[in-house]
C-alpha cells in the first residue's frame, strides 16, 4: 500500500477476507539493534504514523462489521533490554537533574524529549505500545512482537514471519 508522507516502516501490510469479514494489519520495522534510545524512539514514530496511515487510507473504508486485528514489531538481531534499562535511567537521571526555573524553562524542549524517549523505551521493555488515535484522542495499545534476524554465513540474514489471520 501506499506509504507517501509517512515515516516509512519496512514492512505494511494487510490481510483482508471478505468472507469472514475479517482483517489484519501488519507494521513491522528492521532494525540491526534495538538497544538504545533513539532506536526506540525511533520505532515508535515509525509505528505511530504507520497505524496512522493504515487507518486513514484503508481500515476506515472497511464496512463497520469487520473484526480488525493487528500485528505490530520489528525485525531485530539483537535486542537488548538490559541496555534499554541503563540509557532510561540516564533519560530518567537528565530529567531529574533540572534543578532551578530557569534552568528548566530553558530546558523545557529538552526535557520533553528526555520523556519521550524513557516512553518510548518503557514501551520496548514492557512489548507495548501505547498509540494516541489522531482523530479521536484514545489511547489504544498493541502488543509488540520481536522476531529474531538469523545468519548463517554473518552477511546474509534472514527472518521467518507467519501471516494469517
Not at 520495522?29 to 538497544?35: G, H, Y
Not at 520489528?74 to 541503563?86: H, N, P, Q
Not at 523545557?108 to 489522531?134: G, N, P, S, T
Not at 512482537?145 to 554473518?154: G, N, V
Request: with cysteine; proline share 2%; charged share 35%.
Amino acid at each position: 500500500m501506499s506509504k507517501d508522507g509517512v515515516k516509512k516502516p519496512d514492512i505494511t501490510a494487510i490481510v483482508e477476507n471478505p468472507a469472514t469479514k475479517k482483517a489484519k494489519w501488519f507494521i513491522y520495522d528492521i532494525k540491526d539493534t534495538v538497544r538504545n534510545a533513539a532506536t526506540a524512539y525511533k520505532l515508535a514514530g515509525q509505528w505511530h504514523s504507520g497505524i496512522a496511515n493504515i487507518y486513514s487510507t484503508y481500515i476506515r473504508d472497511l464496512q463497520d462489521d469487520y473484526i480488525v486485528s493487528s500485528s505490530l514489531g520489528a525485525i531485530t538481531r539483537c535486542l537488548d533490554k538490559d541496555e534499554l534499562v541503563k540509557e532510561k535511567e540516564h533519560y530518567r537521571g537528565k530529567i531529574a537533574s533540572v534543578k532551578t526555573s530557569i534552568a528548566a524553562r530553558k530546558s523545557l524542549v529538552k526535557i520533553q524529549e528526555y520523556k519521550e524517549k524513557v516512553r518510548a523505551i518503557q514501551w520496548i521493555i514492557d512489548e507495548v505500545f501505547e498509540d494516541e488515535e489522531e482523530s479521536t484522542g484514545e489511547i489504544k495499545k498493541y502488543s509488540i512482537r520481536f522476531i529474531p534476524l538469523k545468519t548463517d554465513d554473518r552477511v546474509i540474514y534472514k527472518a521467518d514471519m507467519i501471516i494469517s489471520q
